[in-house]
């Protein structure tokens, strides 16, 4: 892969020609303000195999297992994970993940972070040009949720509304339809069931799907503590596993403003991006056990926000390394609109930018960043937080392309 960075001596010269590109990229982006559809629960049929995860055991209807007392006979391995995440300390519990750094300062590297002028400018659809389908992908908006059959032909399998999808192992997907939901959805064709349940003194965010180093099919999850005027508070991830009815809290991930945000987990380890105020980090996770394989705080990486901190808004493993994406900016610390897609290294806790994609200033930044096969996918939105089409990028030559069509994508895993 190709590195984009401009050197020091050409910066007055590069900056100038980015002053440029981005005149012309105003004038000719379409940047068309949708309306974004809202999210209420509606009541669903249950089919009594709901998780509960509010503290009491069982969820009315006589089914379930109960993680939030730990009551229900199964096995924590809680790490303390350190404090991680929202460090504006509103308790959304996504960290970074709507709009970069989570205190709106941005991050970076310093000179590796500055828009590099051969980049084409953004057209207000395509952060670059068009490509083929990338196989194993479900397509998904706020309204439904799409899978291609053999003939080529996407049908619809799930129905919204909808804030978050992920695919679980066999014919279904979970569904979150509301943030800070206390109901997270199985649907399997036309029967919606219950799959996650809780209570008024706690709240779930939905993260992935996919099967553990034991072989259970599984749902991650976050659950937060509902604030109660208190700061004692806590979030956790957790891990459901469908076959066994078992719940697993993995990590602590946060408590009174702090959080950690991750991207789409499917298994294996996770990378998580983390701040409390006002410092930001991330670490590694082990998706089976919940051991951390790195903390860049432990390590003494961690900084404060308006230093040069590797920090991103949404990261995954490629062959055993984090990747990150994030928001570049100018030498006065203004973000560009250009977003970068860079490779963490632990042992020195700095990171390399690999590849650049164009913009200009709230047009898009990314919904997601996920492996499949040597091809990492981006989801990304615009600023009416509506579906662009997705990029991807093929690791092995660093070629990168867009869908053909504009929805959020996520791994078929099953």
């Not at 709901?50 to 055991?57: I, N, Q, T």
């Not at 040069?308 to 560009?336: F, I, K, W």
């Not at 709230?362 to 981006?378: K, Q």
Request: charged fraction near 25%.
């Amino acid at each position: 892969m190709r590195e984009l960075t401009p050197t020091r001596p050409l910066r007055a010269r590069w900056l100038a020609l980015l002053a440029a590109l981005v005149l012309v990229a105003a004038a000719c982006g379409d940047d068309t303000e949708q309306g974004q559809a809202t999210s209420d629960v509606t009541s669903e049929a249950s089919d009594g195999d709901g998780a509960d995860d509010a503290g009491d055991g069982s969820d009315g209807d006589g089914g379930g297992a109960d993680d939030g007392a730990d009551n229900d006979g199964s096995t924590d391995t809680t790490s303390d994970g350190g404090d991680s995440g929202d460090s504006d300390g509103d308790g959304d519990g996504d960290g970074g993940a709507d709009g970069g750094d989570s205190d709106g300062e941005g991050s970076g590297d310093g000179s590796g972070d500055t828009t590099d002028p051969t980049t084409e400018p953004f057209t207000g659809l395509r952060v670059v040009a068009e490509g083929p389908d990338v196989d194993g992908l479900l397509r998904w908006n706020r309204d439904e949720a799409l899978e291609q059959n053999a003939a080529g032909e996407w049908n619809q399998i799930a129905a919204g509304p909808m804030i978050e999808m992920v695919d679980l192992p066999g014919p279904a997907v979970a569904v979150q339809r509301e943030p800070q939901a206390r109901i997270i959805y199985k649907v399997t064709g036309d029967l919606v069931s219950e799959l996650l349940v809780t209570d008024e003194n706690f709240w779930l965010e939905l993260e992935g799907g996919g099967t553990d180093q034991n072989g259970n099919d599984v749902v991650w999850y976050q659950r937060h503590d509902e604030f109660n005027g208190s700061d004692d508070l806590q979030r956790t991830l957790r891990s459901y596993a469908l076959n066994t009815e078992q719940v697993i809290e993995l990590a602590v991930t946060g408590g009174f403003e702090s959080g950690t945000s991750y991207s789409v987990l499917t298994g294996g380890t996770g990378v998580g991006n983390w701040g409390g105020e006002g410092f930001l980090g991330i670490e590694m996770v082990d998706l089976t056990t919940g051991a951390i394989a790195f903390n860049s705080d432990a390590d003494g990486f961690a900084c404060f926000s308006g230093e040069d901190c590797p920090y991103y808004e949404h990261a995954t493993m490629y062959e055993g390394v984090p990747h990150g994406v994030r928001a570049l900016e100018n030498n006065s610390g203004q973000r560009t609109g250009a977003w970068a897609l860079f490779q963490y290294d632990t042992g020195t806790g700095t990171d390399t930018k690999l590849l650049e994609f164009p913009g200009v200033p709230d047009a898009w930044s990314p919904e997601d960043l996920f492996l499949v096969g040597n091809t990492m996918v981006m989801s990304i939105r615009d600023a009416a937080n509506e579906p662009l089409p997705a990029v991807a990028i093929d690791m092995t030559t660093g070629d990168s392309w867009t869908l053909p069509e504009p929805y959020w994508v996520r791994p078929d895993v099953g």
